[in-house]
């Protein structure tokens, strides 16, 4: 699914939020694949458009656990499209104080999502779990197993030993350039096999402004501090993580 071209990868970006949508990023992101999660389903079809004439975007399929408070009927959607999209997201639980009073309704959606990829088409998935990661966790175990879904963890906060549970469903973690400043997020990268590690920016929602050189220094930012914590080089922490990408993205 990566072309030869592709050097970086961001496994979790807002693509269709970015000031750019829609237009071809050029040459400043031209070894960069970007995975377009999406936040409701509404935006699948707008999305599967761009990414038909822009290269190196992969657009997903989601319904953001915030969302699901004001926007539960977006879901209705999502059963048109789901065998259509191999990448999911961004999809999961939220369980923070300003959205936990929905958590039973995000928990009847997720787990219909689940139950929806765990299907003959193996599926990807950008999985938010903020705050619930336990109930995550249970939820992956009763309605997936790995074979058909691959779980990407997108900037995830919980503890090791919740990472090793997810190890062992075949998860993969994405780290982005401000999880990686954080006590929590060096701890988690340094605890994870190294093959289990992919790069994310998250923007818009992580920085202040853009443009496609900010969105691919992000990256070499993020790559550059995982390199400095493995103790390697750049350019063989760019190879690691990109063979760990084309494993996750290729056809099963």
Known sequence: MLSNKTKLVDFHCHY???????????????DV????????PLAWLKNLKVSGTVDRIIPALGMHPQL????AKDFEKFSYY????????E????????????????????SNILSMCNSENPKVLSIHSLKAESKVISHLKEHTNSSSVTPIMHWFTGSVTQA??????????????????TKSG???????????VLTETDLPFTSKSYSPE???????????????FWDTSLEDCTEHLLKNANIVLREK
């Open 214 to 228: 900010l969105h691919r220094d992000l990256l070499v930012n993020s790559v550059d501090m995982i390199a400095s």
């Open 68 to 71: 699901i408070s004001s926007r």
């Open 33 to 40: 694949t970007i995975l377009g999660v999406t936040t409701t």
């Open 91 to 110: 999809v999961g639980l939220d369980g923070s104080k300003n959205f936990s009073d929905s958590l039973p309704t995000q928990e009847k959606i997720f």
């Open 164 to 181: 090793s549970k997810l190890l062992d469903m075949g998860a993969k973690f994405s780290f982005n350039h401000k999880m990686l400043k």
């Open 186 to 196: 060096q701890k988690l990268l340094m605890y994870l096999p190294r093959d289990s």
């Open 16 to 30: 269709d939020l970015l000031p750019t949508f829609g237009r071809e990023p050029g040459a400043q992101l031209s």
């Open 82 to 89: 789901v065998e259509d999209s191999r990448i999911i997201g």
